[in-house]
């Protein structure tokens, strides 16, 4: 069974510029997650997705950030502008489902450097 | 306020000693409570999980954790490390299904051969 993957793995932006992650979770998972790992830090829930709907988004800054799961599979999470402290590394996750028994499986995630 | 603290940076043992990686959470609910491992660019794997019954929970690579509720513990163990243990280790709490995870800092565990 392939895992989630996720591209790019790597990106150096400036500040202020605009750049796109993408994901593609498990076949058959409905629920998606987006994290942010900053530096030293544990993850940080950014949304979650069941299915192409947005059931958590309350950390997500939606001033600058976006996320969409238009068809329910793949994802893509866009940082528009980016600031210095947008540096971490995002990490996308996903779930067959919602019940205690189902495990998160993570992506390896895209490191991302502003400059 | 839900959150979760790994006291430990950074440890060192030496290989075949025995690990334990510190945890305590603060949640306001049943915490359900979750040991991941990080190696380096690889995403999360999940160790060990508690949800209820019995307080030790054995998980996968010969890691257990004992959830203590009146210290607000759940402690990862290791009774002989390996030099392919070395990783950093999060502690995490969340409901049962998932949502609104937290995840503590993280301990960076080196093993000296």
């Known amino acids: 069974e392939a895992g989630v993957a996720q591209s790019p793995r790597y990106k150096i932006i400036e500040k202020r510029q605009s750049v796109a992650f993408w994901c593609n979770p498990i076949?058959?998972?409905?629920?998606l997650y987006w994290y942010q790992q900053i530096l030293g830090q544990g993850p940080k829930l950014l949304i979650q997705?069941?299915?192409?709907?947005?059931?958590?988004d309350s950390q997500l800054p939606k001033d600058r950030f976006s996320a969409e799961r238009l068809k329910g599979v793949d994802s893509t999470l866009k940082i528009q502008p980016a600031k210095l402290e947008d540096s971490a590394v995002y990490l996308c996750?996903?779930?067959?489902?919602?019940?205690?028994?189902?495990?998160?499986?993570f992506g390896p995630g895209t490191r991302l450097t502003v400059t | 306020a839900q959150s979760v603290t790994q006291p430990d940076i950074h440890i060192t043992v030496s290989e075949g000693a025995s690990l334990e990686l510190r945890c305590n959470y603060s949640y306001g609910a049943t915490p359900y409570l979750f040991w991941y491992v990080q190696s380096p660019g690889q995403g999360l794997q999940l160790l060990l999980k508690y949800f209820s019954g019995d307080t030790l929970v054995q998980g996968i690579k010969g890691f257990e954790a004992e959830f203590k509720r009146s210290q607000s513990s759940f402690n990862l163990r290791k009774p002989s490390v390996h030099w392919s243990d070395a990783a950093e280790y999060f502690c995490a709490v969340g409901p049962y299904n998932f949502n609104k995870f937290y995840f503590g800092s993280g301990t960076k565990l080196n093993v000296k051969p």
């Open positions: 996750a996903s779930r067959p489902g919602q019940g205690r028994s189902y495990e998160q499986y």
């Open positions: 997705f069941q299915n192409n709907g947005v059931v958590d």
């Open positions: 076949s058959g998972h409905a629920t």
